[in-house]
């Protein structure tokens, strides 16, 4: 089963992009962050009618998260249980954000997920990205304390790079967020919990996301932000990956490169 998480920045802007990159790569689970578009807006018909299932979870203009499935599409569900909301009014109700979604696709669950940027360490945002993490964390330990053998996926765009050699310049990121002690820790947590980081392995010293500022595509600025964390049982199953810098190239390209790995499942 070939499956790939992709921050598609627009679905809609991305369409065709989209649906070629699923033709040129043979992909059998595309999970999509970002969006940007709410469930009647999302362009469903389009990958129908190259054979695959969709479902989509989306509010507004903004995030967005979908599973594009030719395996199959079953128990959709949207939210993961304690998912924290968010507002910058701290007084306000703390409305939950489209930023995760799960299906079943031939017996293994995908959880595609979009975890909040923190925008400064100072802002709301980042302890809301923090309690995220967390929370995420605490449905993944209960999920393999339930069933060690589950064979389930969460992947996506992260926010998150979790080592020195996952950022350009470690110069550059002095005092911002996506490599801060507090970040990394709430990642490794996640595999603490049991879960399996599978696709360092196969794209070494690769990146999944450049800024479309300062043309850092180009200089080869980027950073690894975009992963697939697999529960044991599944990733044993990891059988190759890579990342296809390709698809970041050209004229409306995603600022993020999509993430394959093949499982033998």
Known sequence: ??????????????LERMTEFLRRNDIDVLAVQ???????????AAFEDLGYEVAHHGLNQWNGVAIISRVGLADVQVGFPGQPGFNKDTDAEQKLEARHIAATCRGVRVHSVYVPNGREITDPHFEY?????????????????SDPEAKFLIGGDFNIAPTDADVWDMGFFAGKTHVT????????????A???????????????YWDYKGGRFFKDEGMRIDFQLA???LASTATTGFIDIEERQGKGASDHAPVVVDYSV
Do not use: H, Y
């Not at 002690?181 to 603490?192: G, I, N």
């Open 231 to 233: 529960s044991p049982a």
């Open 1 to 14: 089963m070939r499956i790939c998480v992709w921050n598609v920045n627009s679905a809609r802007t991305r």
């Open 181 to 192: 002690p507090p970040e990394r820790a709430a990642f490794f947590a996640l595999e603490q």
């Open 34 to 44: 970002e969006t940007k578009c709410r469930d009647d807006q999302f362009p469903a």
């Open 129 to 145: 990205k923090l309690e995220f993490l967390e929370n995420l964390r605490q449905d993944i330990f209960a999920t393999l304390e």
């Open 194 to 208: 049991g879960m399996k980081e599978v696709t360092r392995q196969f794209t070494p010293g690769q990146w999944t």
